[in-house]
Each structure stands twice: as C-alpha cells, then as structure tokens.
Nanobody, 127 residues
C-alpha cells in the first residue's frame, strides 16, 4: 500500500522561506509524475510545481523562479523549496504521486482522484 506524508509547513513572514517535504512509502516504480498542489478554502485547488521521472519540471507562473521542486530518489522524498513567500501563498499544500503520463498529457492543475494523495501540510504567510 502506498502512503504519502507531507511535512515542513508552518508560519512564515512575507518574504521568508520554507521547505516542504513529502515522503512516500510503498511506491517502488521508477516512473512517476509528482505534483505539489495547494488549496485555500473558497478557491479551486491549484497545481504549484510538477516533476517527472526524467527530471522535467513545470511551475505555476506565480511560483516560477521562487519555488523549486526536487526529489531524492533513494530517500523517497519530494521537496518544495519556497522563497520570497507572500500572503497569497497561504494554503494547505499536498503532495500527489500520479501516473507518469499525467505530466505529459495534462495541465498542472490536473490529478486523478485515484492518484496517491497525502493529508497536506499547512503553510501560513503573514504580511
């Protein structure tokens, strides 16, 4: 059974930095599409950053140049380094492991319901 667990959220001041981590267990495939999503109550869920098994990345426009997605394969850990945080970055951040073709075939905001989702980690940025 695949499990996904995020950590690293917390409070930050505007302009500050946080690094989120997502550890997966039980996912032993070499191919994947992994995405960091975020959700704020009253808004649509949105994809923030995506990484596939080739190392290809994609970012939401508001995150490009400020956030970095990476993965340590031996540690089964996905990271999201966030810098120059803004209050609008406040959200519950989720890590999702999806089928490999999602990275190629779908926009950043897409994930299958049956993908592997974590419970999320809250990020709160104050001005």
């Amino acid at each position: 059974q695949v499990q996904v667990a995020e950590s690293g959220g917390g409070s930050a001041q505007s302009g500050g930095s946080l690094t989120l981590s997502c550890v997966d267990s039980g996912y032993n495939y070499d191919t994947y599409c992994m995405t960091w999503f975020r959700h704020t109550p009253g808004k649509e869920r949105e994809g923030v950053a995506r990484l596939n098994h080739h190392g290809t990345t994609s970012y939401r426009d508001s995150a490009r140049g400020l956030f970095t997605i990476s993965r340590d394969r031996p540690k089964h850990t996905l990271y999201l380094q966030m810098s120059s945080l803004k209050p609008e970055d406040t959200a519950l951040y989720y890590c999702v492991i999806d089928m490999p073709h999602v990275c190629k075939d779908f926009e950043l905001d897409h994930a299958y319901d049956l993908a592997y989702w974590g419970q999320g980690t809250q990020v709160t940025v104050s001005s």
